[in-house]
């Protein structure tokens, strides 16, 4: 079967001397194309059979749409887009038309919400300057009632209202004129019983707990909203709460929308859901834009519960419209129908609650209210954006016209560049761009062929950088190897050291040499050093101290008994001047029992065997096991630190200068008795000198950190240190190797 479907592509699209398509998505479109007219044909058959194969035609219509969707994206891609003229062509398209059209689309939203924005400003201000009109009657009323009750001793009587006199159609006559305007007024909590003209009545409105200061809002009162007025006066330590209050209706709104076009506000009933809440106030704006619209008021709706309980759905309230469709002055002169919310207080609880508001305007009239003294300013500053788009249009197709002229140019570069990139991929560095023009593309053919002839050269340095790249990390590794590995220490003394390079060597120094007699450690060499320098040059001369301490910790070891043949083996190996120097040494005891001996074979070691202006840093240490004391002598490094157990600390400095810097060098000797609980810090100045905006780390940070760890273990102890020094150094790269030896007498 899929050999005869073959066979029929070929024919079919051999008539139009065109190969048959190879892939799965081209042949399934073919044959989707092919049968649509057939099934378009067959629809036309009566009955249900015609409705069948029309349906099957739509799906048939469908699935070619889907398939022929990326089939046309690879054409693109395989035709127009290959090309770098056409991209550039159809880039200078994208950069010219569509800034523009986004600029426009973004234009006309932000006019539109400006312009609905300051409409809702316009409404919501009138609307505020209404509610504040009945200040004034309400604070009479409220004086009037405490002088009345200062009078009468504070006897509770009836109040007679006084009349307030206001001129006709002004918004303050249009309150007081109110059928179902409202005035109560609260003595100690209670209300008092009032009179007018009319003979007494008694109001319905209440005194919530909440209200406990003056007050002029609007409110939402059950689900219909209020301009609402609180005025509390005392006269004489008499204390009076009135209360006016007129519900806001069509009247009232279309005061509000004149000159402005239509007004409509959505009130809501609160809820204890506050999803809810969102819902409602949803549909409330959703009802105030189609109010705006329509121009029509009402209430549909019902209640599942009453308003405040758990879960109340409230009825819908009535939705109030004031005001005029406005009539559009022009043809570009759009109306502008905006929601938005109006922030009332909810007379129950006292907090502030939104409700749905929507206005309808035009902007002709919103200009006449932005630029109300001189309409001739906005009818200028009109003309000027009419300009100003139309100049900018001209300029659009100039650049255009101009990008078109200038790909030629571009084009042909980048196609003398794609040749010469192909015969650089070939391996034929030699190839060299002819350059004719004096522009930067010229300049960037120059470049390419200045490339070219440094790209072997450039090949042959990475080579070279790889092969000292493993080198260094050879060299890394052999340096890891020199440090103690595993625990050391002995059943009196605990030990920890680390060291953490600047770069990828170091040239910082520490070693712990165990010293065994008879089959039982007797004792512990401690070495710290320091290099001059960094980098290969450090390592390399540490390398050698370690060599150097430990060849003369051995030979000490070994010359301590009668016929070793160490004397002979260190004289060839050029490891001490002469046989009598090492016996001289030795004393007739341990060679490292001496730190002070030991330092004067190295300083003239180094000396004699390294640069004049290289030298190190040295503490030389033995620890004798069986009395826990420590003889040490100093070369120029930073003295240890002796944390004692009762807090006190001791400096290691007797010694001498640096090693390996003078020939004939004397160092002294210093010895320190360790109790139990005694922590001997040795360090680099790695530790106590990086700084940062507070300065140097320093060496009383150091002990003050050992000193709160003291009793964890060193490696616990050892961490905080480094997390220390981390944080202290921050984002800045680590100026110098970082050693840190910890020892503590059990």
């Known amino acids: 079967m899929s050999g005869l479907l073959r066979r029929v592509e070929s024919s079919i699209f051999g008539l139009f001397r065109k190969p048959a398509p190879t892939s799965r998505l081209e042949r399934t479109a073919f044959w989707l194309l092919l049968s649509l007219p057939v099934l378009w044909l067959l629809s036309f058959l009566p009955g249900g059979s015609g409705g069948f194969f029309g349906g099957l035609r739509s799906l048939d219509g469908l699935a070619l749409i889907v398939v022929a969707v990326p089939l046309l994206l690879r054409w693109i891609r395989r035709h127009l887009l290959w090309s770098l003229r056409s991209k550039l062509i159809l880039t200078y398209l994208l950069i010219g038309l569509a800034p523009v059209v986004l600029f426009v689309t973004l234009a006309g939203l932000s006019a539109y919400v400006l312009a609905g924005q300051f409409a809702i400003y316009v409404a ?423 060599s150097a301490v430990r060849a003369y910790r051995f030979a000490g070891e070994e010359l301590v008994y009668a016929g070793s043949p160490a004397e002979g083996l260190m004289a060839n190996r050029g490891v001490m001047a002469d046989r009598s120097a090492v016996l001289d040494a030795v004393g007739g005891g341990e060679l490292f029992e001496s730190p002070g001996r030991i330092l004067s074979l190295l300083n003239r070691h180094l000396y004699r065997s390294t640069q004049p202006e290289k030298y190190a840093t040295l503490f030389l240490a033995h620890y004798n096991a069986e009395n826990a004391r420590l003889t040490y002598s100093n070369a120029g490094q930073l003295p240890p630190l002796v944390l004692g157990a009762d807090g006190s600390v001791r400096r290691l400095d007797r010694g001498g200068t640096v090693v390996g810097l003078m020939d004939g060098m004397h160092y002294e000797e210093g010895v320190v008795q360790l109790n139990p609980g005694d922590i001997v810090i040795g360090y680099s100045d790695g530790v106590t000198e990086p700084e940062n905006d507070f300065g140097e780390f320093g060496e009383e940070r150091l002990v003050e950190i050992v000193a709160q760890q003291r009793h964890k273990p060193l490696q616990v102890v050892s961490d905080q240190v480094m997390q220390a020094l981390v944080a202290w150094i921050g984002a800045q790269e680590q100026p110098d190797d970082i050693t840190l030896v910890l020892a503590r007498q059990k």
């Open 124 to 546: 919501s201000s009138r609307i505020r300057a209404e509610v504040r009109s009945m200040a004034s009657d309400n604070m009479a009323y409220a004086l009037h009632a405490a002088h009345m009750l200062d009078r009468s001793g504070g006897a509770p009587q009836t109040v007679l209202l006084p009349e307030l006199t206001t001129a006709s159609g002004s918004a303050l006559a249009t309150f007081r004129e109110h059928p179902d305007r409202e005035v109560a007024i609260f003595y100690k909590g209670q209300p008092l019983t009032l009179a007018d003209s009319n003979g007494q009545f008694a109001s319905k409105l209440d005194r919530p707990a909440w209200l406990t200061a003056n007050l002029s809002d609007l409110v939402l009162d059950g689900n219909r909203l209020f301009v609402r007025n609180v005025d509390i006066q005392t006269v004489h330590g008499y204390q009076v709460t009135a209360i006016s209050s007129v519900p806001v209706d069509s009247k009232m709104l279309d005061i509000v929308a004149k000159g402005l076009g239509r007004v409509a506000i959505v009130p809501l009933a609160g809820f204890a859901n506050k999803d809810k809440e969102i819902d409602a106030q949803t549909q409330s704006l959703i009802d105030a834009k189609q109010a705006v619209a329509t121009g029509t008021s009402g209430t549909d709706g019902t209640s599942a519960a009453k308003p405040g309980e758990a879960g109340a759905i409230p009825a819908k309230a009535a939705t109030l419209v004031g005001g005029e469709e406005p009539v559009s002055a022009s043809l570009y002169d759009r109306h502008v129908q905006f929601p938005s919310t109006l922030e009332v207080v909810d007379w129950r609880t006292g907090k502030q609650v939104k409700v749905g508001m929507g206005v309808s305007s035009l902007p002709s009239l919103l200009s006449e209210r932005l630029f109300y003294s001189s309409l001739d300013f906005a009818k200028a500053i009109r003309a000027a954006f009419i300009s100003l788009a139309v100049l900018f249009g001209l300029i659009e197709i100039i650049a255009l016209y101009l990008a078109i002229r200038m790909s030629r140019t571009i084009t042909q570069s980048v196609a003398d560049l794609y040749d010469a990139t192909k015969k650089i991929d070939q391996g034929h560095l030699g190839h060299r761009i002819v350059v004719t023009r004096n522009d930067q593309l010229a300049e960037l053919s120059k470049s390419f062929n200045g490339m070219a002839w440094s790209l072997e050269r450039l090949l042959e340095e990475q080579k070279e950088k790889e092969r000292l790249q493993n080198e260094l990390s050879i060299a890394q590794e052999v340096q890891a190897n020199l440090f103690p590995h595993g625990a050391v220490g002995l059943a009196s003394l605990e030990l920890h050291g680390v060291c953490k390079p600047a770069r990828a060597v170091s040239g910082d120094y520490y070693d712990f040499l165990m010293f065994n007699r008879e089959g039982r450690e007797t004792g512990l060499g401690l070495a710290i050093g320091d290099i001059s320098g960094k980098g290969i040059s450090a390592a390399l001369l540490m390398a050698t101290l370690h």
